[in-house]
Each structure stands twice: as C-alpha cells, then as structure tokens.
C-alpha cells in the first residue's frame, strides 16, 4: 500500500511513533515547515497531512496544490488556521480532536476568574516583593478590591464545548450565567439552564466575559474599543480561546482608562507579544502564555491522535474527528483510502 503522512511541524515537546503507519505500509514524514513552499515541497504527494493550523497555516493556495491529500489534520481543537471551505471543495476532509483539552482549559478559565476576583496573582507579586502579611499596607489595599464569586454574571461570548464544561463549575460558586450564541439551537440553549442575551445585553451585565468562539474570518476582533465601554467599569474580560478574536490595542487603552477592571488572557494576538506591549507593564492583566490546554493527558492525544486517525484512513474508515463531514458527499471526495479485498 502507498500512503505517506506527512507532519509539517516539528516542535520539540512533540513526539511520534509511526509504528503503526509503518504496519499497514504507510510513510511517515516530518519536518517543520516555515512558509507555502515549504509545505508543498514535503507534502504536495501526501495522502494525510498534519500540521498545527495556527502554527503553520494550511490556506486555498496550498490545498490547491495537493495531488492526493485525503485529510488535513490539525493537533488540536481548533481549526483557524485551515481552509475548511477550499479543502471541502477539494474533496478533502478536515480532521482535529475532538473534546482536546476541554477539561484543561475550563479549569484554567475558572482560575483565571478566581485570580481576577481574588486578586490573587496581585497578592502574589506583593507578599514576594515586600514580605508583606496580613495587615500590611499593600495588602490591605487589595483586600478592599477583592470580591467574591457567589452572585456575580459570568457571560460567555460563545457557547462551545469548553463554555458547557465551565457551566457546572461556575454554578458550583453560585454564579448566574448568561451566553450569547446566535449558532446555538434554542433547544441546545434551554438544556444548559442558560439565560441567552444578545451581545450589547450581555456585555452590559456580565461581571467576567469570557471570550469562548472559535476563530473565524468574520470574528476577528470582535470585542474592540466599542464593546468594551459597554462592558460594567468593574467587569473584567477573559480570554482562553484566541488572541485575534480581541483588539489588543483597543484593550489595553480600555484598561488604561479604567473602563474595565482587568483582563485575563490565555492567549494574544501576536503570540508571544512584543517586549512593548503595553498589556506586559499592566497591573490589572493576567498573561499565561497560551498553556491553558496543556496537561499529560492533552499531551499524550497531541504526540498519538493523528497516528490512530491515519491508520482509520488506512483501513477504510472515516476519522473520528471529521470537521466537515458534507465532504463525504461530494462527487469529488478522496475519502478513505479503500483498500481491495
């Protein structure tokens, strides 16, 4: 049989074992690839390709030009990065993993509001600076900011998986919880025991807005200086999903001026940010570098999911985590590789 998988990133914490590729008489290539050409050169033959999509974007130009790609598979849940609309086209599916890190990230999301409530990483930074305890000057001046959770809105931009699993948590501090989704089936919405507002209702409400969409063309800054004055002067914004979703310049003057009270920001738009980033010299912002997935169990699904969805292909099936499945339905779709007998 030939089939070749080719994976375009090579990161150092990433690990493979092509074993079972090898088994059915597959190839398994890797190599980081930096631009288009790149890509092409290695992967232009290739039945599966893997990549990161927000790492190493795999646009229409580059689909354009694979001969045999049956799938694009992205080490992750989310999937900007990649052309889902040319690869359909194409015939070719787009596959991530399903539920990665979902568990992961609402935690970190519920700690980044712990923080901003608590004034946690604040407190921090002065009990190591000055040796401070208790009754300290400092201390004493967070104590009368601090808040907590029981009563407060927690309003989710985005109602994805991740949001669903933070729901029992957040109730579990006796939060009120209002979504914004104009995708989410009323039906859906009514099942999680959620209040439903539109976005200038919610962001006029909520005492933490959480940032939860995935990453689209047409949401790219979606939260910018306009909505956030209309955001409560003690509200604070969270983000766990994508940096480009939020207009960092429009944050950081909306922070500066006191319309918010802070913002909690897993990731960033670029990533990292640049030594001048005002949001680096901010008091009331939380940076976490983009770790908010990480965990062994998320690790081990990132070094072994795309092994096991190739070898599904390999076999004749379909892969599990199939993003556009109407690509089974179109006149030109690679598929599966199907094999005789």
């Not at 004749?316 to 109407?326: A, K």
């Amino acid at each position: 049989m030939s089939f070749k998988v080719v994976k375009v990133i090579d990161l150092p914490q990433l690990t493979d074992n092509p074993q079972p590729i090898e088994e059915l008489g597959g190839e398994f290539i890797k190599q980081k690839c930096s631009t288009e050409e790149d890509v092409l050169e290695i992967a232009r033959d290739a039945d599966y390709l893997v990549t990161i999509g927000h790492i190493c974007p795999i646009k229409s130009s580059t689909i354009k030009e694979l001969e045999y790609c049956r799938f694009v598979q992205t080490l992750g849940a989310g999937y900007d990065g990649i052309d889902v609309k040319a690869a359909t086209a194409h015939g070719i599916g787009v596959v991530n993993i399903p539920e990665f890190c979902t568990d992961e990230v609402s935690d970190h999301m519920m700690g980044l509001i712990l923080a901003c409530s608590r004034r946690i990483t604040q407190m921090n930074r002065v009990v190591k600076q000055t040796g401070a305890f208790e009754g300290a000057a400092g201390l004493i001046d967070l104590w009368m900011k601090a808040e907590r959770l029981e009563g407060k809105t927690l309003g989710f931009i985005g109602l994805g998986s991740i949001a669903r699993a933070a729901i029992p948590k957040a109730r579990g501090f006796d939060m009120t919880i209002c979504a914004y989704d104009p995708y989410l089936p009323k039906d859906t919405a009514g099942s999680l025991g959620v209040t439903m507002k539109d976005m200038k209702a919610l962001l006029q409400t909520s005492d933490f807005v959480v940032v939860s969409p995935a990453l689209t063309p047409e949401n790219r800054h979606m939260i910018g200086m306009e909505q956030l004055k209309q955001m409560k002067p003690g509200a604070y914004l969270i983000n766990t999903s994508r940096g480009p979703l939020v207009d960092h310049s429009a944050l950081a003057r909306a922070l500066e001026k006191g319309y918010i009270a802070g913002a909690a920001l897993d990731v960033t738009e670029p990533e990292p940010l640049p030594p001048d980033s005002p949001l680096l010299k901010l008091d009331n912002v939380i940076l976490t570098g983009h770790t908010a997935w990480a965990s062994p169990r998320s690790w081990n699904l990132i070094n072994t999911w795309h092994i096991h969805e190739a070898v599904r292909v390999m076999r004749g099936e379909w892969p599990i985590g199939l993003v556009n499945p109407e690509v089974k339905d179109r006149p030109n779709v690679r598929g599966p590789l199907r094999q005789d007998g």
